[in-house]
């Protein structure tokens, strides 16, 4: 028997956490929930006291058979795991992944941001799966990023790295995005971005489209079904969002180079359908040569974070 890790995935609603082999295969997973009250005061003692019972449960002994725990947390994360703010977490100025080392009798535990991590756990074990060097970009309800090159997560000097939401892509945007920006890439091509898109389509012609049956209540899930049957507003839609990621795809491109684009979070469910129209426009702004990053679905769905963070210990 090798050594074991643990990888911890801090969602706003739920902590998802997964015992690794350090192979990389998933032994068993779980979830608390996540008690953000109080200013999150309880998140790391629940995570702790549950990851004490399943060792116990599973007759291993914590200091002698766990390798370490890694841990995703939602918002910006220094190199030396200092935390200035998690919004939707109530957490100020913490070192989360100290205090979780001492509820964990001093076992080794590492962090990093969420995306940065479901990037290295696609790297690891999903759609980047052989690749050193790879983008992730997370379409959910927000757009999240995570850069890999080298195998190493790119954080930046101030933990910017990998913020492709935020890439200001759309200069006629007059509304605000939540970061305070104007014109930004998670305002068009988010869960919530494509549905916004295609509430202002509707109120802006008479084109008859399925869409019109939901009205205000249009869903994300509804624009790519939509536009999958062949109607032509929710196309519409789907051509703006494929045209601004192809933007911003290409623009890291010239950045970074990765080998492989990794699209992951709930928008990437509409599968081959999304990577096609992203690629078309891709391809328009990179002409400059036929040598670049290939765009592939993420395969690890909402376990990403955990194998990510796992990887971080090995």
Known sequence: MGMKCIGIDIGGTSVKIGLFESTGELIDKWEVRTRSEDGGINILPDVAASI?????????????????????????????????????????????????SKLLDGIPVKSGNDANVAA?????????????????????????????????????????GGEIGHIHVRDEEKEHCNCGGVGCLEQVSSATGIAREARRRMAASDKDSILRRAGDRVTAKDVLDAAKAGDELALEVMETVGHYLGVALAAISM????????????????????????????????????????????????????????????
Request: proline content about 3%; hydrophobic content about 40%; overall charge negative.
């Open 52 to 100: 004490r019972s399943k060792v116990q449960e599973m007759g291993l002994d914590l200091k002698r058979d766990i390798a370490g725990a890694g841990m995703g947390i939602p918002g910006p994360v220094l190199s030396d795991g200092y935390v200035e703010v998690c919004v939707n977490l109530g957490w100020h100025n913490a070192n989360p992944q100290e205090e979780l």
């Open 120 to 160: 290295l756990g696609e790297m690891w074990q999903g759609g980047g799966m052989g690749c050193r060097d790879l983008v992730m970009v997370t379409l959910g309800t927000g757009v999240g990023g995570g850069v890999i090159i080298d195998q190493k997560i790119i954080t930046g000097k101030h933990g910017l």
């Open 255 to 314: 950045v970074v180079d990765p080998e492989i684009f990794v699209i992951g979070g709930g928008v990437s469910r509409a599968g081959q359908f999304l990577v096609d129209l992203i690629q078309k426009y891709y391809e328009q702004f990179t002409p400059i040569s036929k040598n670049k990053a290939r765009i592939v679905l993420a395969t690890l769905g909402n376990d990403a974070g955990i194998y990510g963070a796992a990887r971080l210990i090995l």
